[in-house]
């Protein structure tokens, strides 16, 4: 018995992995995106947990907060997308746990936000040339 086409395209759903630039500056707004797919969208949920506690809880300060979902057309779905914003990035956000979740009555996936380390400043000495 093969696999039903709905689960096969839900478990594809979460696209591109989160793997955003550490800012090269304290106090830098920041923005994440999470990207999902679903067949279903208006029984499917899109949101963000930080450390496994919904963001809101988390930052009650509002730092840190999820933007609305969007929904575009895609083909026989819908491409749904949701933010999260940093209003002013620190390291402390490095030691959390970011993780984008989609919920729908075919599955759950999630991906984990995955820091980049900006690239170091190139180095200001030259090298020895010729001479």
Do not use: I
């Not at 999470?34 to 067949?39: F, L, N, P």
Request: glycine share 10%; hydrophobic share 35%; aromatic share 10%.
């Amino acid at each position: 018995m093969g696999e039903h086409p709905l689960a096969w395209r839900w478990y594809r759903g979460l696209w591109q992995p989160l793997r955003p630039l550490v800012p090269s500056a304290s106090g830098e707004k920041v923005t994440v995106s999470c990207e999902a797919v679903s067949d279903l969208p208006e029984f499917t949920l899109l949101y963000w947990l930080g450390n496994g506690s919904f963001v809101e809880k988390l930052h009650r300060d509002g730092a840190v907060s999820e933007g609305t979902v969007l929904e575009e057309p895609r083909g026989s779905g819908v491409t749904l997308l949701r933010d999260l914003h940093f209003s002013s990035f620190s390291t402390q956000y490095l030691r959390t746990n970011y993780t984008c979740v989609v919920l729908s009555p075919l599955g759950m996936d999630t991906k984990a936000v995955r820091w980049v380390p900006p690239a170091p400043a190139p180095s200001s000495a030259t090298s020895g040339g010729l001479g």
